[in-house]
């Protein structure tokens, strides 16, 4: 089976059936960015960044959500002042008007200073980034975290893939956890993903009451700065990828 093409481009609002649209921006603006940003934040999300511990907490708290809402307005034709949110239990974001919620499905993720929301109206969507690190202990994690028959895939790789082929994995099973909106709730080990880094991703096998493997698809988002994978349940999806400018 082919793979979707992910066109770079400027995404059309709202997305049709059978897209997804990527945004993609940077967390490391200026303080007058910051500044117009805040504005567009309601006082509950205000209130959120101001709790975060460091004033670079706090500066990716406000563009995060910002960018956020600059991506939900360009998609349903509003004023991103005008969007309301909320958390889920699990801290994914959800639209508070069941009519934004019947048009439009996104997702959001952050490392560092990279930032991507993913929007669909074709269904759950769960998108994910990961900054690698030379000091992670992959051994360890894959120990804790990865499927028995991800480890041996992990274990069989030469040691000057495994950086990459760990990363790469977990954002794979990032996204897939995302798109359900279950998170870290559900275990880790209870599902495969490809592990072979000159492999396409993939869900490989699911042992979660209710799911079905081929119910679901995952793709990489390449171009992004670091390993990234965004994930669906049906058919697999058109990509569009654009950057948001803050200016």
């Not at 992990?154 to 998170?183: I, M, Q, Y």
């Amino acid at each position: 089976m082919n793979e979707p093409t992910i066109e770079v481009t400027q995404p059309t609002a709202p997305p049709p059936i059978g897209e997804i649209h990527i945004y993609a921006g940077r967390l490391d603006h200026d303080e007058a960015t910051v500044e117009r940003f805040t504005a567009l934040l309601s006082p509950a999300e205000r209130l959120l960044a101001k709790r975060r511990v460091t004033p670079e907490l706090r500066r990716r708290a406000i563009l995060s959500r910002g960018f956020l809402r600059a991506a939900l307005g360009a998609s349903l034709e509003r004023a991103p002042v005008e969007i309301t949110l909320n958390l889920g239990k699990h801290g994914k974001p959800f639209f508070l008007e069941p009519d934004d919620a019947a048009l439009l499905d996104f997702n959001v993720t952050h490392s560092g200073d990279l930032w991507l929301c993913a929007l669909t109206a074709t269904g759950p969507v769960g998108i994910d980034i990961e900054t690698p690190r030379d000091e992670t202990d992959w051994n360890a994690l894959v120990e804790r975290y990865f499927s028995e028959a991800e480890g041996q895939a992990f274990a069989a790789l030469p040691e000057n893939r495994k950086k990459e082929a760990f990363f790469r994995t977990w954002v794979t099973k990032e996204a897939f956890l995302k798109a359900r909106g279950s998170g870290l709730t559900t275990p880790l080990r209870d599902f495969d993903v490809e592990v072979n880094p000159d492999a396409p991703v993939a869900l490989l096998a699911v042992r979660i009451p209710e799911e079905h493997v081929e119910a679901w698809w995952c793709l990489e988002v390449t171009g992004c700065g670091a390993p990234a994978v965004v994930a669906g349940r049906g058919t697999k999806p058109k990509v569009l990828l654009a950057t948001l400018d803050p200016s």
